[in-house]
């Protein structure tokens, strides 16, 4: 089975973030997941690291400090060249308008909504060719 060589969570709740790297590795998807509590952490990874390039990302929009639509924002500064990172958003808000903002300006193929489960995974990883 092929499987999704990095991963990144980025959530400021870690109970969602354990929940959502168990219900991965349940999935015997992904080999190598790492999670981030709040936004400012994964930036400075991102600068201090050229080669930090994750397949996947699952991001949180309602964060402190650096929410996830400023962390889009950094992130399409940083990488203004051609990234294979594929960004979901996982987000609690139903709001349409959230997933209408994202398509067409980021690296977002999909906007979902919480909680993550294994359904959702199997979906991601065949729509998306998200094997590695």
Do not use: C
Request: hydrophobic share 35%; aromatic share 14%.
């Amino acid at each position: 089975m092929s499987r999704i060589n990095h991963t990144v969570l980025i959530d400021d709740n870690k109970t969602t973030n354990f929940l959502n790297k168990y219900l991965m590795l349940k999935s015997k998807r992904f080999k190598r997941i790492e999670e981030f509590i709040n936004g400012h952490t994964v930036l400075e990874r991102f600068e201090k690291d050229q080669s930090f390039e994750p397949d996947i990302i699952f991001l949180d929009i309602d964060m402190p400090n650096i929410n996830g639509w400023e962390l889009l924002e950094r992130f399409e500064k940083l990488y203004s060249k051609k990234v294979k990172t594929k960004i979901f958003i996982l987000s609690s808000s139903i709001n349409k308008e959230y997933s209408q903002v994202f398509k067409p300006k980021y690296f977002v193929p999909e906007y979902l909504i919480k909680p993550l489960n294994l359904t959702i995974i199997e979906a991601l990883y065949h729509k998306y060719h998200l094997k590695s």
